[in-house]
């Protein structure tokens, strides 16, 4: 059973810094893709960040050069480091990874999620 688990969320204020992880667990062949989504109170869910397994970064325009994906290949984790924090960027976080199983077979996985409230 192939588990992600999200850790760092919390309240913090305008131009402050969180850091969030996501950790994969389970029996797997390998760790493709990993990314970070959020969903604003009352919005669709967005892209954040994605990172390939050789670290080619994307992130999107909201957060560039303020937010920075990277991840460690031998403990499975992504880390999304974020830094002048605004209200804007208050959501519930989720990470996301695309496993293989096996050489052949892939699945997309996604974590519980993880709240980020910006707010003095």
């Known amino acids: 059973q192939v588990q992600l688990v999200e850790s760092g969320g919390g309240l913090v204020q305008p131009g402050g810094s969180l850091r969030l992880s996501c950790a994969a667990s389970?029996?797997?062949?390998?760790?493709?893709?990993m990314g970070w989504y959020r969903q604003p109170p009352g919005k669709q869910r967005e892209l954040v960040a994605t990172i390939s397994r050789g670290d080619n970064t994307n992130y999107a325009d909201s957060v560039k050069g303020r937010f920075t994906l990277s991840r460690d290949n031998g403990k499975n984790t992504a880390y999304l480091q974020m830094n002048s924090l605004k209200p804007d960027d208050t959501a519930v976080y989720y990470c996301?990874?695309?496993?293989?199983?096996?050489?052949?077979?892939?699945?997309?996985?996604w974590g519980q999620g993880t709240q980020v409230t910006v707010s003095s």
């Open positions: 389970g029996s797997f062949f390998s760790i493709v893709d």
């Open positions: 996301k990874a695309r496993i293989y199983s096996n050489v052949y077979f892939s699945t997309d996985y």
